[in-house]
Nanobody, 125 residues
Framework: QVQLVESGGGLVQAGGSLRLSCAAS???????????VAWFRQAPGKEREFVAA?????YYADSVKGRFTISRDNAKNTVSLQMNSLKPEDMAIYYC??????????????????WGQGTQVTVSS
């Protein structure tokens, strides 16, 4: 069992930056480095969508590529999402998710086993 806790959401003006963090409890018998960790987001009335994921490198949705950077610190069991040049369309609840790495990077929410409670990101225009 892995527990995930997000932090760092808030209100920012368009063009601004926020840094989200995801703190994970270590699953017994499996090091944190063996998990794929991803960020998803969900805006009101929309489906949950993939934002970024990390195993040994970062993978990004086209909509955030070049603006967002995902990073992880396996020693601290944390994953961060640095979000720059934020746009009103980035406004959503952001969720951290994890799954045991199985050779592929998944971008479908249904493929992730563990989820955090979410953190709100609000971007004012």
């Amino acid at each position: 069992q892995v527990q995930l806790v997000e932090s760092g959401g808030g209100l920012v003006q368009a063009g601004g930056s926020l840094r989200l963090s995801c703190a994970a409890s270590a699953a017994s018998g499996r090091p944190f480095s063996s998990y794929t960790v991803a960020w998803f987001r969900q805006a009101p009335g929309k489906e949950r969508e993939f934002v970024a994921a990390t195993v040994w490198s970062g993978y990004y949705a086209d909509s955030v590529k070049g603006r967002f950077t995902i990073s992880r610190d396996n020693a601290k069991n944390t994953v961060s999402l640095q979000m720059n040049s934020l746009k009103p369309e980035d406004m959503a609840i952001y969720y951290c998710a994890a799954r045991y790495y199985s050779g592929s990077v998944y971008t479908n929410a249904a493929d992730y086993t563990y989820w955090g409670q979410g953190t709100q990101v609000t971007v004012s225009s």
